[in-house]
Every structure is written in C-alpha cells, then in structure tokens.
T-cell receptor, first 109, second 116 residues
Framework: KQEVTQIPAALSVPEGENLVLNCSFTDSAIYNLQWFRQDPGKGLTSLLLIQSSQREQTSGRLNASLDKSSGRSTLYIAASQPGDSATYLCAVSGNQFYFGTGTSLTVIP | GAVVSQHPSWVICKSGTSVKIECRSLDFQATTMFWYRQFPKQSLMLMATSNEGSKATYEQGVEKDKFLINHASLTLSTLTVTSAHPEDSSFYIC????????????FGPGTRLTVL
C-alpha cells in the first residue's frame, strides 16, 4: 500500500526566507503528484500538479519537483510571506489518492 | 485513526440518469465535509463545502442544481450528480473534518464515475 510522508510536520520561518517542504512516497507507480494548501476550516487549494512524466512545475514563487525513482517531491517557496502560513499537503494519485500528513507552515512577520 | 468511507468506489451510468455518492465518517463526527473532483490529468479541485444541517457552499463554476449535496447528519454527506452527462465523468473524493481546534481533513478513497 502506498504511504506518503511529509517532513517536517511543522515549520516556522521569518518572513522573506526561502523554504523547502518534503514529501516522500513508497510506491513509484503514480499517475501524478499534487501539492495543496489548506487554510483553517477551508477546503484544499491545488497549488501545483506534476504528471508522472514531468520533473518539476513552477507557479509564481512556488516550485515543485518530482523524482519518481527515489519517491520524493519537494515544494520550494521563495521569499516567504505571512500569507503563506497554512498547512501544505502533498498527494499522489494512483488508482486512488494517497495524502501526506501535511506540514504546518508559519511565516513570522 | 479517523476513517472516511465512500460508496460506491466506482460507478458506470447512462447519460441522463442520476448518481448518488455517499461519504461517511466511520469513527468520528464530521461537522464539515468537503467534496472534490479530479478530471483526467488535472488537479483535484474543491467543489463544495458542507456543514451539518446547513446548505452547502459551492465553489465558483460548480452548478448547485446539478451537484446536490446533503449533509443531514454528522456522519454522512451525499453528493448526487443529477442528469449526468459524459463530461461529468470524473473522480470524486470527499473529506471530513470534525472542526474544533483541529482542521485536519480525513479523506475518503474516492469514487470513479463514468457516464456513458
């Protein structure tokens, strides 16, 4: 069974810092990997989608990479802002979705 | 851990029929449930948020009269796709949260809908 792990579970950084969130998965037979943002009490917001044939995707200050062979993905956030504070989830899609446990990010003004 | 189930796991229906998908929180009371869908090769997107006992809040572009959501109890929410069309074929997934001091969402395994 696919297992998805995110490290760290929580992260606190001062505003302006660049940061990296990590996601690892045990079964490389995936269709795609997605990164989401979750704000308190809200549904997930899709940030980036990486198809299994791709290695990275970029959107604004966000860059996500995918290394299927090693079962890893990273989400890089440049020049962090207080508004980036949220929980970040990764999910891999095979026959069903498998979500990671999330990283709670706090950006301190 | 908190478990969320969905039924059915997959369904094939004819165009014009209605399909109901159930989402249940098995071992906790879910004050809030979310419904998502994913079209092939696209991102998982939020469709609506439902709170027990009140009307669902739909995301922009999601037709509330087509995708009927009922959250009548703290352990069950249903999504009914009415008058289904082939373009409604998608993967539908729900999540449940018990609110309070935690906003952790627990996800169901998803339902794959194919409309012929």
């Amino acid at each position: 069974k696919q297992e998805v792990t995110q490290i760290p579970a929580a992260l606190s950084v001062p505003e302006g810092e660049n940061l990296v969130l990590n996601c690892s998965f045990t079964d490389s037979a995936i269709y795609n990997l997605q990164w989401f943002r979750q704000d308190p009490g809200k549904g997930l917001t899709s940030l980036l989608l990486i198809q299994s044939s791709q290695r990275e995707q970029t959107s604004g200050r966000l860059n996500a990479s995918l290394d299927k062979s090693s079962g890893r993905s990273t989400l890089y956030i440049a020049a962090s802002q207080p508004g980036d504070s949220a929980t970040y989830l990764c999910a891999v899609s095979g026959n069903q979705f498998y979500f990671g446990t999330g990283t709670s990010l706090t950006v301190i003004p | 851990g908190a478990v969320v189930s969905q039924h059915p796991s997959w369904v094939i229906c004819k165009s014009g029929t209605s399909v109901k998908i159930e989402c249940r929180s098995l071992d906790f009371q879910a004050t809030t449930m979310f419904w998502y869908r994913q079209f092939p090769k696209q991102s998982l997107m939020l469709m609506a948020t439902s709170n027990e006992g009140s009307k669902a809040t739909y995301e922009q572009g999601v037709e509330k009269d087509k995708f009927l959501i009922n959250h009548a109890s703290l352990t069950l929410s249903t999504l009914t796709v009415t008058s289904a069309h082939p373009e409604d074929s998608s993967f539908y997934i729900c999540s449940a949260s018990w609110g309070g001091n935690t906003d952790t969402q627990y996800f169901g395994p998803g339902t794959r809908l194919t409309v012929l």
